[in-house]
């Protein structure tokens, strides 16, 4: 009987898929807030089809972005001011809610993964 138990919940519980409505993400204003230095800091950017503008400590730039389906897509900056933000950046939305998605970001051959939260505020 435990067995049985144990067999269900498993089961159960691997069917599980976090929801994931990222084309009601793929346009609008969001913010962005993390971690730099033990400091807090937020972005808010506005995404309209191929283009993201970024407002981050009084400086705004302009990215394109390529879908490359409905949860993933590349930013790269159009006016790059150095070698670090000519590089893009991949993004990939893993599950959504009523008004944020979370997603897993990293510079377009590197191995090494961010997660982070973004909210819909528009």
């Known amino acids: 009987m435990f067995l049985g138990l144990v067999v269900l919940l498993f089961g159960a519980s691997s069917c599980y898929q976090p929801e994931r409505n990222c084309k009601k993400f793929q346009n609008g204003k969001f913010s962005f807030t993390t971690e730099i230095n033990g400091e807090t800091k937020t972005t808010i950017f506005t995404r309209e089809d191929a283009i993201e503008i970024d407002e981050f400590e009084g400086r705004i730039d302009t990215s394109s972005v390529r879908w490359i389906n409905d949860c993933e897509y590349i930013v790269k900056k159009l006016h790059p001011r150095n070698m670090a933000e000519e590089k893009s ?13 979370t997603f897993e970001y990293s ?11 973004a909210i819909k505020i528009e």
């Open 89 to 101: 950046i991949h993004m990939k939305i893993l599950s959504t809610s009523e008004d944020s998605y």
């Open 107 to 117: 510079v377009v051959g590197n191995t090494k993964k961010s997660i982070g939260t």
